[in-house]
Nanobody, 125 residues
Framework: QVQLVESGGELVQAGGSLRLSCAAS????????MGWFRQCPGKEREFVAA????????VYADSVKGRFTISRDNAKNTAYLQMNSLKPEDTAVYYC??????????????????WGQGTQVTVSS
């Protein structure tokens, strides 16, 4: 079992920055990959970024590439999503997720086994 708790979401102006955190507990943090997804009301959950278990490999959605950075600190059992140059269209509930059975950074919803409760990010124009 893995428990995930996100934090850091808030209201920010367009062009601003936020850093989301995802604190993990349960299984050894360095043994699984992590990802971030987001969801707007009435829309499907969409992939944002992923990182493999060591932190040496990352992948991003085209919509956030160059603006967002995913990272992890295995000593602190925490994953991060640094979000810069935020846009109103980045407004969503952001979820972190753990992928137990894959060894690479994965982008597909079904590859993730555990999810946090989500944190709201609102970007005003």
């Amino acid at each position: 079992q893995v428990q995930l708790v996100e934090s850091g979401g808030e209201l920010v102006q367009a062009g601003g920055s936020l850093r989301l955190s995802c604190a993990a507990s349960g299984r050894t943090f360095s043994s699984y990959g992590m990802g971030w997804f987001r969801q707007c009301p009435g829309k499907e959950r969409e992939f944002v970024a992923a990182i493999n278990r060591s932190g040496g490999s990352t992948v991003y959605a085209d919509s956030v590439k160059g603006r967002f950075t995913i990272s992890r600190d295995n000593a602190k059992n925490t994953a991060y999503l640094q979000m810069n140059s935020l846009k109103p269209e980045d407004t969503a509930v952001y979820y972190c997720a753990a992928s137990i059975y894959t060894t690479v950074a994965v982008t597909t919803y079904v590859d993730y086994d555990y999810w946090g409760q989500g944190t709201q990010v609102t970007v005003s124009s």
